[in-house]
T-cell receptor, first 114, second 113 residues
């Protein structure tokens, strides 16, 4: 099994600033994904993080607002840019194991924008 | 792309009763259907999953059924307990293709004693 570590676990951010969330997996995985969970809502897929190339974004999410990197198979970052209170959410990193049979989630990064 | 619908959005039962949550999906290529339980302030936790080569799977008090023809799957919780109170999410993906999970909107289950 894989363990996903996310940093920071929580943060309070000033509007207009940007924050980068890191996601580290302790073993090789195939796919990595980023989700957003707004208060009282379900998980919404932001993008698929592609190793060494630009992420694939879902409708409603753009690279300028949510730049993503994945420099290697086990690490990815998500930046939330120019934050507003509407960006207050849990951001979750997810990964698909090498067997493609198991999906793992990180603990989440709880962001509050004030 | 995949679209997952989940019903009901809220469900209240008495302790000991059964609870059923239903989901439908749109992409006939989807073959992996997990259910997650999320307690307040915590990340979603996988409670049971089913793949398209089986129609039913059971784990103690929880079971999941899948009807591929109708493109729907259901979570069944028997003998509910207050600690079953949480938000439950269904999801679907094409596992071998490496697609991401697409989630339903969630069901808030309340079990009263």
């Amino acid at each position: 099994s894989a363990v996903i570590s996310q940093k920071p676990s929580r943060d309070i951010c000033q509007r207009g600033t940007s924050l980068t969330i890191q996601c580290q997996v302790d073993s090789q995985v195939t796919m990595m994904f980023w989700y957003r969970q707004q208060p009282g809502q379900s998980l919404t897929l932001i993008a698929t993080a592609n190793q060494g190339s630009e992420a694939t974004y879902e409708s409603g999410f753009v690279i300028d607002k949510f730049p993503i990197s994945r420099p290697n198979l086990t690490f990815s970052t998500l930046t939330v840019s120019n934050m507003s209170p509407e960006d207050s959410s849990i951001y979750l990193c997810s990964a698909l194991g090498q067997s493609r049979n198991t999906i793992y989630f990180g603990e989440g990064s709880w962001l509050t924008v004030v | 792309g995949e679209n997952v619908e989940q019903h009901p959005s809220t469900l209240s039962v008495q302790e000991g009763d059964s609870a059923v949550i239903k989901c439908t999906y749109s992409d006939s290529a989807s073959n992996y259907f997990p259910w997650y339980k999320q307690e307040l302030g915590k990340r979603p936790q996988l409670i049971i999953d089913i793949r398209s080569n089986v129609g039913e799977k059971k784990d103690q008090r929880i079971a999941v059924t899948l009807n591929k023809t109708a493109k729907h799957f259901s979570l069944h919780i028997t003998e509910t307990q207050p600690e079953d109170s949480a938000v439950y999410f269904c999801a679907a993906s094409i596992s071998q293709a490496g697609t991401a999970l697409i989630f339903g909107k969630g069901t808030t289950l309340s079990v009263s004693s």
